[in-house]
């Protein structure tokens, strides 16, 4: 087992994440199977409850593990799966610890940080790295470690003393340590300053740790005089200085990596079984993120616009749509409550430009959340999309709040709602799950995948997913549709075309005589790949890009796919490409 620990410097939120993944990808891209492990240095068991607009997004696994969004990437970039212990935390590390503790399993020796958190930690790595991760249930041969935060913050001492001792155990020719840092070029001089990065590592290397590769992140490419400056006091020769500038996507970031022989180093440094031939995969991703032709907008209606990272796994979603059909992806951002009438008297302005943004889109997303603030304008945003025929996808919270919408506007239940906003509601569309114990918030929802049945054949939904009979998707939910109100809503044209597997659950809804109104109790964001974009959001942006008929009609779908790794061999790069590409929108 190989193991490549990336740690950062300077400034929290660097991007460890996205350049774990992407060294991750090339390796991948190179035959190899490959895990990643986050760690997070706060006390917290999990991300379960943690404030959208604290720390971002809740990344939910199959398994129900609700986690830190950066596994979120893992996934996405690597095309694995991986489960709630890859997601490690002080509070985990802490309690298995003291759970040991009570239990006598120290016999009776003093528990202190070093030797027990520091060796229960070493451990966890060691026990998790060999988990797989992969469809063909292999063990991994090469674990990418995160160590989240920056490199001498307290919270994180233990971890760095951990690997400090965990280089040894496994010794060097298994063990590489990537350190990110900044490299900041102020406006008024554009010169590109090295100290903040010399600081970084002399401090990473006195607390034990030196790094193997310096990646630097930039806004602009690095001069050769620039990186000799970082080799020469950072003690690395300047090839192992790589340059990690800002790019029009997070999909070139692999790409750039693999132009500064980053492979090759890998394959020195810890001798890599890496084949010296043409990675179709990597070809993939260039082709991929170089098709941007045409723009596509879509509202995003929800709670926590003003922090994007709330709301990551969507956004990446709807890229990998706007990739897949050649279209350039414009979000608007709207925030509901500015929708609501009440806007009208205390802000004019704020609420005629969010009505404004809304009716300009080509199409409209409300995603999951929680709580009762801006429920209204999202309802009037659905009650639009539904009235002016304008594709609209809801999500989790989007869709049952469609079911309030339509129950009050079509039904003519004008005090319909959900009994998380109004426990004494005439009409109680939207109900608590039995299970659901409303005096604890953490671990009690409706986690994990979950398998959703189709009950027509005459879905646009389903046709979308390759005409399947059931899918499984992964839910984060407490509160579900009632189900003793379905045939009211099916009389009147609103269809609950999926549904779990006991038939109790509404899963899926679809509108008739509408060009793509749907919504999924679900979370597809979480399963979405760069080539393999989530059914449900690929609809909505073919449907806004006007190519949703003919894409049906034609029984286009996207080729079921194992993996995007090279380990077959089996095809050239532009076959694979070409066969990823779906019908052209341009030729309708």
Aim: charged fraction near 25%.
């Amino acid at each position: 087992m190989k193991y490549i620990l990336v740690t950062g410097g300077v400034i929290s939120g660097i991007g460890k994440g996205i350049i774990a993944s992407s060294v991750g990808t090339i390796l991948k891209s190179c035959g190899l199977h490959v895990t990643a492990i986050k760690i997070d240095p706060y006390i917290n068991i999990d991300a379960g409850t943690f404030s959208p607009y604290e720390h971002g997004e809740v990344f939910v696994l199959d398994d129900g593990g609700e986690v830190d969004l950066d596994l979120g990437n893992y996934e996405r970039f690597l095309d694995i799966r991986l489960t709630k212990d890859n997601n490690l935390t002080t509070g985990k590390i802490y309690q298995s610890v003291i759970n040991k503790e009570r239990r006598g399993d120290y016999l009776g020796k003093t528990v202190q940080v070093v030797p027990h958190i520091t060796d229960a930690i070493q451990e966890w790595v060691m026990r998790q790295a060999k988990v797989p991760v992969d469809d063909d249930d292999v063990e991994p041969q090469v674990c990418v470690i995160e160590l989240g935060g920056t490199v001498g913050d307290i919270e994180s001492m233990p971890f760095i003393e951990a690997f400090r001792q965990f280089q040894f155990k496994v010794k060097r020719e298994n063990f590489c340590n990537i350190h990110v840092s900044m490299v900041p070029q102020p406006s008024a001089t554009g010169e590109q300053k090295t100290k903040p990065t010399q600081n970084s590592v002399r401090e990473l290397r006195g607390l034990g740790l030196s790094p193997d590769l310096v990646m630097c992140r930039c806004s602009t490419p690095l001069d050769n005089s620039v990186k000799e400056k970082i080799s020469m006091f950072c003690h690395v020769e300047p090839e192992q200085v790589i340059c990690v500038h800002d790019v029009s996507s997070i999909y070139r970031v692999p790409l750039l990596l693999e132009d500064q022989g980053v492979v090759g180093y890998f394959c020195r440094r810890l001798n890599l079984p890496i084949e010296t031939r043409p990675r179709k995969m990597l070809a993939k991703w260039k082709e991929m993120s170089d098709r941007l032709l045409e723009q596509c907008s879509i509202a995003l209606v929800g709670k926590y616009t003003k922090f994007s990272d709330s709301y990551a796994s969507v956004i990446k979603a709807l890229e990998h749509s706007a990739l897949a059909i050649s279209h350039k992806l414009e979000v608007k951002y709207i925030d509901s409550a500015d929708l609501e009438a009440g806007m009208l008297q205390e802000d004019p302005v704020k609420y005629h430009e969010a009505w404004q943004k809304l009716c300009s889109a080509d199409g409209i997303l409300v995603p999951g959340g929680f709580g009762v603030r801006g429920t209204e304008g999202k309802i009037q945003a659905i009650s639009w999309a539904r009235k002016q025929k304008k594709p609209f996808l809801g999500v989790c919270l989007g869709m049952q709040l469609a079911v309030c919408e339509f129950a009050r506007n079509m039904l003519d239940w004008k005090d319909a709602n959900s009994t998380e906003f109004d426990p004494e509601t005439k009409y109680p569309v939207v109900i608590d799950m039995p299970e659901h114990n409303p005096g604890q918030m953490g671990g009690t929802m409706r986690l994990g995948k979950r398998r959703t049945i189709f009950k027509t054949k005459n879905s646009i939904l389903r046709k979308l997913y390759g005409d399947v009979d059931y899918v499984e998707e992964r839910h984060r939910h407490r509160f579900e549709v009632n189900p003793e109100l379905k045939q009211h809503f099916e009389e009147k044209g609103f269809h609950f075309v999926g549904q779990d597997v006991e038939g109790e659950r509404m899963e899926v809804i679809e509108l008739l005589d509408h060009p793509y109104f749907v919504g999924v109790q679900y979370h597809p964001e979480f399963t979405s790949r760069p080539i393999k974009p989530s059914p449900p959001y690929l609809g909505l942006l073919l449907a806004a890009a006007g190519g949703l008929p003919a894409y049906l009609q034609k029984g286009c779908r996207l080729s079921p796919r194992e993996t995007y790794s090279d380990r077959s061999g089996s095809s050239s790069p532009d076959s694979e490409i070409a066969d990823f590409k779906l019908c052209s929108l341009a030729q309708e």
